[in-house]
Each structure stands twice: as C-alpha cells, then as structure tokens.
C-alpha cells in the first residue's frame, strides 16, 4: 500500500501519474478537511472533491476544481435571491454537495459518504477524509479572523496574514483507517500541497503525525514551492505570515522530523547541498507538472527516491 497525503490541486495532480504505475486498490490518500465550508445549506469538502473529480476523470483540467463543462443555473437563481454567490459551485457540483449532506444527515460520518461518493464515480483508490470531526481552519489578518475560503476566494488572498488556526483541532480524531495505513504503508507520499493548510492541518492531528514518525516506511515529499514560489494557491503569503521564508529548504525544514526524502525542483538546485545538511536526502528533477507524462515521471521518481518499483 501507497499511502499520500493530499490537499487539493496539486496533490490530485501528482495522483493522475501515480494511478498510471501503481494499481488503484494499492493507493489510499488521506486528504485535508479544513478548507471545508458549510454554504448555501451544504456541507461542502472542496480538496475530497478535487481528489475525487481528478482520478475519476471529470474536473475542470484548467481550474484544477470543479467538474469539466459544468453550468452555473443554480447559483445564479440563488444570487437572484440575494444570496451571496462568491463561492463558484456548478450545477454538478452542487449535486455531490447535495448527496454528501444527505448522507451525513442520514447519520453517515464523513468518511462513510466519501467512500459511497468515490464508489459511485468507480473510484479504486482509497480516498479518506483527515478527520471526521470538526476541523477548521482559519486565517487571522491584522483586522479579523476569517474562515480559510473567505480569505482565498472571497477576498482572493489579499489580505495580509498573521496567523493560522486550526478551529476543533486539538480535539480532533483522525478519520477510522488513517493511522493504520500510514503505519501498514510500504511509502508515504506528502504529495506538492499547501505545507501551512493543507499538508500542516493534516499533521495538525496528533496521532496522524505520531503514525508518520513511527512508520517503517520510507516518507518522501514532492516541494510545493518551486523557484521560490508556490505552483498554485497562496502558500507564499501564509509562509511569509507566519515568518518562514518562501523555499523549498523551509518547507523541507518543516516536515524535518519524520522526512527521508525530499523531491525538489531543478529551479531550487542550489538549494540541494542546504537541505541534505538538514539530514533529509534529496531529488533534483522537473516537479512543474503540465502534461500526463509529466506527473507520471514525477510519480515515478517519487516512488523509485522510497524504493519502489
Ligand atoms: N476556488 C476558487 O478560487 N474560486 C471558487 O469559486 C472556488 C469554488 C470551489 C467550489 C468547489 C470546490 O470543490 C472547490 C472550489 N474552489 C474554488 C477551490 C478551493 O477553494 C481551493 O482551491 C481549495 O480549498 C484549496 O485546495
């Protein structure tokens, strides 16, 4: 078993090439749960999404979110009501936010829609929620705290950052079958995500850090940030908020204690030397993924740099 953990866009990127050499029953992805938002009525859990419409072949490939040809009827009748519409769901869209709040009304956790979510799009990988539980993460800027949707798509990342909170995070519990595949995994992949929101609210959970610590499997990181920017979303401005510099060597020093290996760009060769003499061994190759064959090569890279073949 494979086992990665994901935020949104640029971890189902990396999962189309490793779908392509390693067989979907032997992945499990433990995906990031703070960017969840309850809005018009629903619960809506846009990074399980992103991961689900990517492996089942139906996102919008250009916004990385989203389903492919998607209308916006619904969303217009519901601005013609008066509702705020900030957050751009499509018609198909909304129809799985509508399915997975019926479930979770019907008494199912979490995990138990996404898996009946995953299961009607024929999904084979194992895609499982962080938590179950309350997790939500909030950006705090020199005038107000704001949910982490509010700040990236409402207010499109302007504001400047001060802190990163995690709201139910300490009492949190990871998700039935987290743990055990990170400590049963032959690798653990940190797929090039958010290492603030996406991948440090995952980690946020204690018992999920604690698994990676212990596991006997090797653990790899693919770096989000690439010639001292990230690839997409604003993990600068929370890097530079919480004073970290915006690099791949910090976001290496990041996930210091329980990384082997650490997967960088050839923008960031130079960086290379800095980062082995944290103790982690590191990758140079293209991590800028455009084409199938693209993250196929990274995926394969990946998997080769933890002793898979
Ligand atoms: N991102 C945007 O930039 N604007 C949107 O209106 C938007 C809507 C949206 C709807 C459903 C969904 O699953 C994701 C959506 N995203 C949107 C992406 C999302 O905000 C973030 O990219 C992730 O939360 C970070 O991984």
Redesign the pocket.
């Known amino acids: 078993m494979i086992t990665a953990l994901a935020?949104?866009?640029g971890a189902a990127r990396f999962l189309q090439g490793l779908v392509k050499i390693v067989p979907e029953e032997e992945i499990t992805v433990i995906v990031?749960t703070g960017?969840d938002i309850d809005l018009y009525g629903l619960h809506?859990?846009?990074?399980l999404?992103?991961v689900m419409y990517t492996l089942a072949g139906i996102v919008d490939e250009e916004?990385?979110?989203?389903i492919r040809d998607d209308t916006f009827h619904c969303l217009d009748m519901l601005g013609r009501y008066g509702h705020e519409t900030?957050?751009?769901?499509g018609d198909k869209?909304f129809a799985t936010h509508i399915y997975r709040t019926h479930l979770l009304r019907n008494g199912l956790s979490l995990s138990e829609a996404t898996k009946t979510l995953c299961q009607k799009l024929g999904l084979k990988v194992k895609i499982l929620p962080m938590t179950d539980d309350k997790f939500e993460t909030t950006i705090v800027t020199p005038d107000a705290a704001m949910h982490?949707?509010e700040y990236?798509?409402k207010r499109q990342a302007k504001d400047k950052v001060v802190n990163v909170l995690f709201e139910g995070g300490k009492e949190a519990k990871p998700a039935p079958e987290v743990v055990d595949s990170i400590l049963n995994a032959k690798a653990v992949i940190i797929c090039p995500s958010?290492p603030i929101v996406?991948i440090g609210a995952i980690l946020f959970l204690n018992d999920i850090k604690k698994a990676i610590k212990e596991t006997e499997a090797r653990v790899a990181a693919v770096s989000p940030i690439v010639g001292g920017s990230p690839v997409k979303?604003p993990a600068d401005k929370l890097m530079q908020g919480l004073g970290l510099d915006v690099s791949a060597c910090a976001v290496a020093s990041l996930y210091l204690d329980f990384l082997d290996v650490f997967i960088i760009d050839q923008a960031d060769r130079t960086q290379k030397k800095q980062i082995e003499n944290l103790g982690l061994h590191v990758v140079v190759t293209d991590t800028v993924m455009k084409s199938l064959e693209d993250k196929i090569r990274l995926a394969k890279v990946t998997l080769e740099s933890v002793g898979v073949r």
């Open positions: 935020g949104g866009v990031n960017d809506i859990s846009p990074d999404d992103i916004k990385g979110w989203g900030w957050f751009n769901i869209d982490f949707q990236l798509v958010n996406s979303g």
